[in-house]
């Protein structure tokens, strides 16, 4: 019985690594032996034997909070402690208070063992200053002896690698990766199939197009603000991941293009964008109350039918509206439509891509470790074979089953009995739901979308030249950090400004020139100055 | 020396007639040393580039380099101007209107009448400000509530909170409605304490209510009153960020965006520990200025005061 | 005793009780709106416009997502402890504080108010504060939410400025008869004072009642958590703008809306019940009685 369950998930496993690398298929085989390919490394068998109990700091996902209190009382945690063999004691910051609780944490001197915390988004100075103020530790020697299933990924993909190390080429957390593309991409336009198909119109792939099925919309389907998007904290909050705004060839902050660092309003394209959205507004094609239109308000319009095209995500846009929508008009479908471009047949140039290398979820090591060494090979598991099995899916029989070589999450996760949601469910068995020290595998995400357009939208959104354009998460160095954020929050108040104003017809579009001049005034040259010293950093690595 | 010598004997003297009285004022004395100005070196960091790992006072010292940032900003004048505005104008009328339901509730005959009003009016205060905000978002909505209202009285329908001069008119009215009632009780409990026998005499001198209400109530409640509008007077650049950041919107930054504001934007790009407290302090400093020109004030014109 | 009622005064009733009415139609909305809400089908609130003025559909299940949560129990109970002891610990400083301000002749008043009304406006922020807390030994205990907040600097001078408004004349009396400070502060001054202590009851009961934040820095142990603490993690959990970031989310959002006004009412309504019971205190005349007495 064991056997075939081992043979059934090294099969997997080799599917998951054509899937999701390049370099081959041999790599599963290495791993079942055990050997890692860097030699030097020990070879590490789970349970390790250990008598010390390490203590690990971090929130509980948002998932689960009121559905358990502790991590003690949730199967994954129990299990993991179980399978790596090391005791764990844990300690979690009230929900939404993490921040808070870190800060009063490192104030007060105790400092755990292991800590899981995004080092990049929430630690002043980044990831580079919590090391050199001497707070975790650089991890590169450790990982070299002790974490040969982490260093085998980042050996195999280079890319990645690149992400997970500071500019100075530190180690300094276990990071959490999103293994393939299909995990990256999950926002887009969405619109309604079922007044298209009535109207006898496509789904809009140019502005034109656009133009002309949002008109319909509104002359003939009623609807009172045909298209409308989230606009808080500001107008068109997505717009920053390129939608509409991107067929003019600029999206709304920094990008990159011919070896520069360019600034989206700053660029002429810009001015397109906000002559397209001002005809829009005038015309009623865009919501009235745009302005303050916050998630609650665009959930509105979408359910009763007011509102027939709006950017969203698959899960919480999509898998949201599409029950809503229906409640009222059970002949409502919502679709994915591909990003806009200017011209047919154009490909989008930007749209939303997450990186591979999300910084929530890592697991840094601290200063304060009793045993650095124990705390990197416990932290390693999540990234060998059992270890990938066991983060994404929980344990085979409880929580999957082996269909065919593919894992399939029971009935207890996708329908459970407790009416949990299948988000939540997950989360108690296994952390693909959320993040953490991991590769997060495709095959969750497939199961986790329920509906068709759901899985659909993500193949239609991933097709854009984002990844040539966006920048990669670049850091400024801590002694530009505070002069960047100074200059960043005058430009951005001014672009936010002057965007809803041009749109709304508060100021003239002409007038976006003496915008342009002012935002230089307030040092944008100097901010992209710092953006492109960080890429460089970065392309460097 | 002569006169030292009485200023010592005389505080002798004092200590020895209010011993039990500086007994009584040893624990709430001693609460404020160890709970509020202990931790007040923490205020340094404002002038420090602060790091939780180097601590307090081992922060790098970076001097006025974030008030630079602050006053320097582009932005300065105009959230300095907002925040000085829409204080005042809550100043102004949000302040009166609870006083003024005090006065009125207390001319209600009807006990129970009266306490249903009571009870009723200081509820909004309990309702947390992002419903309340939500609420306000609805029926100002270009096909809300309140432009209906003016439809039907033939004005156009607009949104109004993308007016950027109708920001102010609606954060404080929606104050007024929110605070009235909560804020109307200090004065309801303040009015148990006039005098019944004046209320009689004036009565019998054939003072009608209106007239009652204002030359005898009313000074009545002058003392609470006072006291009440220093301590305003000591918040006047405290505008707070929340109420704000769900009303506004880029379009109405002009009118609404405040300092709070402004420092809570700046804080979503970059931790702002050391920048959001040179901003508190800058307040801080102001405000209390404020509070002591107050007092000051009220102390040769009513003799109530602070101190 | 019948007076005569003039025409004015008429009038002056007409108007007053018109305005009374509006403003407790105007006031009321909100409170009937979250409690509209909170029993609604959570698709259908979603998709409604404008005023609400039933419950759309009729739900339990927002109320039972937040009651079978295991910490509300715990919460209740950490909240009552906190409630109890903490208003009573602030109401002992803050009148013991408002008494000896209250009074003249005293030198050193000038320089305690002084001290005292500094701290409205400087302070050192919350890492030195959490030292201090944990250099007194209170961390994790429900005392770190009571003993640091003792007194409210606010609610001090409110209370000093009533006692100020005391007669000297009822004090004298008493000290003739050789009472020392602390009974004319407990025996005279506070009787006679009801309505104000009434008001700092609420004042501080609300203050407790609402507090979460530093709960959440002071204390880590679970079963400690105050109510709101544990309200605000269901709040924060179920908001439906936390779950469309991301690939992940779940059809939770069925009750997500729901949940918030829901939470609302368990957090807000046994607060709001402390007010009319408070109300029998505000007596008009106490003062006159007792002087005559």
Not at chain 1, 235 to 242: A, C, I, L, T, W
Not at chain 1, 422 to 428: G, R, T
Not at chain 2, 179 to 205: F, K, V
Not at chain 3, 170 to 191: C, M, Q, V, W, Y
Request: charged share 20%; hydrophobic share 45%; proline share 5%.
């Amino acid at each position: 019985m064991k056997k075939i369950a081992a043979a059934g998930l090294i099969i997997a496993m080799l599917g998951s690594v054509l899937a999701g690398c390049s370099s081959g298929g041999k790599s599963g085989e290495d791993a079942a032996k055990g050997a890692s390919p860097g030699g030097a490394a020990e070879s590490a068998t789970y349970p390790l034997k250990t008598d010390e109990k390490l203590s690990y700091w971090g929130d509980i996902t948002g998932n689960l909070v009121g559905v358990k209190a502790s991590h003690d009382e949730i199967p994954f945690f129990q299990k993991w402690q179980e399978k790596t063999g090391v005791p764990l004691e844990f300690t979690a910051p009230p929900a939404g208070q993490s921040k808070e609780a870190f800060n009063v944490m490192l104030a007060s001197g105790d400092l755990p063992d292991m800590i899981e915390y995004n080092f990049i988004g929430d630690f002043p100075g980044g990831p580079e200053k919590a090391i050199k103020d001497g707070y975790i530790l650089k991890l590169n020697d450790l990982i070299d002896k002790y974490a040969p299933n982490l260093k085998k990924y980042l050996q195999e993909h280079p890319d990645i690698d690149k992400m997970v190390k500071t500019d100075s080429g530190s180690y300094y957390a276990f990071p959490f990766i999103r293994g393939d593309e299909y995990l990256r991409v999950f926002q887009g336009p969405v619109i309604r199939k079922d007044w298209l198909d009535e109207l006898g119109l496509p789904v809009p792939e140019t502005i034109d197009e656009w133009t002309t099925t949002l008109r319909a919309f509104k002359e003939k389907k009623g609807a009172a603000a045909p298209f409308s998007v989230v606009s808080k904290p500001r107008f068109f909050n997505e717009s920053g991941n390129g939608a509409f705004i991107g067929a003019f060839g600029v999206n709304r902050g920094f990008y990159q293009e011919d070896g520069k660092v360019k600034f989206g309003p700053a660029e002429p394209g810009f001015k397109g964008y906000l002559q397209l959205f001002h005809d829009w507004y005038k015309e009623g094609l865009i919501d009235k109350n745009i302005a303050t239109a916050d998630t609650k308000a665009v959930d509105s319009n979408i359910a009763s039918g007011a509102t027939g095209a709006t950017v969203g995500n698959a899960g919480g846009g999509i898998g949201k509206w599409q029950p809503l929508v229906a409640a009222n008009d059970p002949k409502a479908v919502l679709v994915a439509a591909p990003y806009p471009v200017l011209n047919k047949g154009d490909k989008p140039k930007f749209g939303q891509l997450n990186q591979a290398y999300a910084s929530e979820g890592t697991v840094g090591v601290t200063t304060g470790a009793k045993d650095p060494a124990l705390a990197v090979r416990m932290l390693d598991y999540g990234y060998s074979e059992e270890g990938h099995m066991f983060f994404n899916f929980g344990e085979e029989g409880v929580s999957y089953t082996m269909e065919n070589g593919y894992p399939k999450f029971t009935d207890l996760l996708m329908k459970n009995p407790d009416k949990l949601a299948p988000a939540q469910a997950i989360s108690l068995y296994a952390r693909s739901s959320y993040n953490g020290p991991f590769v997060q595998d495709k095959r969750y995400a497939e199961q986790f979308f329920a509906l068709q357009t759901q899985r659909d939208a993500v193949e239609i959104w991933r097709n854009t030249d984002a990844a040539k354009y966006n920048l990669p998460s670049i850091t400024p160095t801590p002694e530009e950090s505070s002069e960047y954020a100074t200059i960043m929050n005058d430009i951005n108040t001014l672009v936010d400004e002057m965007t809803i104003k041009i749109i709304l017809g508060t100021e003239p579009v002409d007038q976006y020139e003496s915008y342009v001049a002012k935002m230089k005034s307030l040092g944008l040259d100097r901010a992209i100055e710092i953006q492109t010293a960080a890429l460089q950093r970065y392309n460097s690595r | 020396m002569a006169n030292r010598q009485s200023f010592l004997s005389r505080l002798v003297r004092d200590f020895v007639l209010n011993k039990y009285l500086y007994i009584m004022m040893l624990p709430v004395i001693a609460y404020y040393l160890v709970f509020h100005y202990a931790p007040m070196y923490g205020a340094l960091i404002a002038f420090k580039d602060y790091s939780p790992m180097k601590g307090i006072m081992g922060s790098d010292w970076v001097g006025l380099k974030h008030y630079q940032d602050f006053f320097g900003s582009y932005y300065f004048w105009r959230i300095l101007k907002n925040t000085i505005l829409i204080s005042l104008y809550t100043l102004v009328f949000e302040f009166p209107a609870p006083i003024i339901l005090a006065l009125l509730i207390n001319e209600v005959r009807k006990k129970k009448f009266k306490r249903v009003v009571q009870t009723i009016t200081y509820m909004p205060y309990f309702i947390s400000l992002v419903v309340i905000c939500g609420i306000i978002t609805d029926f100002t909505n270009a096909d809300g509530v309140i432009n209906h209202l003016f439809m039907f009285l033939g004005y156009d329908g607009q949104a109004m909170l993308q007016k950027p001069d109708l920001f102010r008119p609606i954060y404080v009215l929606s104050e007024i409605w929110q605070r009235i009632g909560w804020e109307s009780i200090i004065y309801i409990a303040a009015l148990m304490s006039i005098d019944l026998e004046q209320y009689e005499a004036a009565r019998i001198d054939g003072a009608s209510r209106l007239k009652q209400m204002l030359y005898i109530t009313l000074p009545g409640l002058l003392p609470t009153i006072t006291i009440m509008f220093i301590l305003r007077m000591g918040n006047l650049l405290n505008v707070g960020f929340e109420k704000i950041i769900l009303l506004y919107n880029p379009v109405t930054y002009e009118t609404a965006d405040v300092i709070s504001s402004f420092v809570y934007r700046k804080g979503l790009l970059e931790f702002g520990w050391s920048y959001s407290s040179a901003v508190g302090l800058f307040n801080s400093v102001i405000n209390l200025v404020l509070l002591i020109t107050a007092n000051a004030i009220s102390r040769r014109v009513s003799q109530n005061s602070l101190w | 005793m019948k007076t005569e009622i003039g025409w004015g005064d008429r009038i002056f009733n007409v108007i007053n009780y018109a305005l009374m009415i509006f403003l407790v139609v105007v006031t009321l909305y909100p409170l009937l709106y979250v409690l509209f809400a909170s029993f609604s089908d959570s698709a259908r609130l979603l998709g409604h416009k404008g005023f609400l003025w039933r419950p759309l559909g009729f739900s339990l299940e927002a109320y039972k997502s937040v009651l079978n949560n295991p910490g509300i129990g715990i919460g209740f109970r950490n909240t009552a402890f906190i409630l109890v002891f903490g208003v009573a610990v602030n109401l002992l400083l803050t009148s013991m504080g408002a008494y000896v301000l209250s009074r003249k002749n005293v030198m050193w008043n000038k320089v305690f108010m002084f001290i005292i009304v500094f701290t409205m406006f400087f302070s050192g922020g919350l890492i030195p504060l959490y030292l201090v807390v944990k250099g007194v030994g209170l961390l994790d205990t429900l005392w770190s939410t009571i003993v640091p907040f003792a007194v409210s600097t606010f609610n001090l001078i409110i209370m000093r400025t009533a006692f100020m408004g005391i007669p000297d004349s009822l004090e004298e009396s008493a000290k003739i008869d050789g009472a020392n400070h602390f009974t004319i502060l407990f025996r005279i001054i506070i009787p006679l004072s009801m309505p104000v202590i009434a008001v700092m009851i609420l004042y501080y009961a609300v203050d407790k009642w609402n507090g979460w934040f530093y709960a959440s820095v002071f204390i880590k142990d679970r079963d400690l958590f105050p109510l709101q603490l544990v309200l605000r993690e269901i709040l924060i959990s179920n908001s439906t703008d936390s779950m469309s970031s991301g690939a992940s989310a779940g059809d939770r959002f069925q009750i997500g809306e729901t949940i918030k006004y829901a939470t609302i009412m368990v957090a807000t309504v046994p607060i709001l019940c402390v007010y009319p019971f408070l109300q029998r205190f505000f007596v008009k005349g106490v003062m006159v009685g007792s002087l005559k007495g």
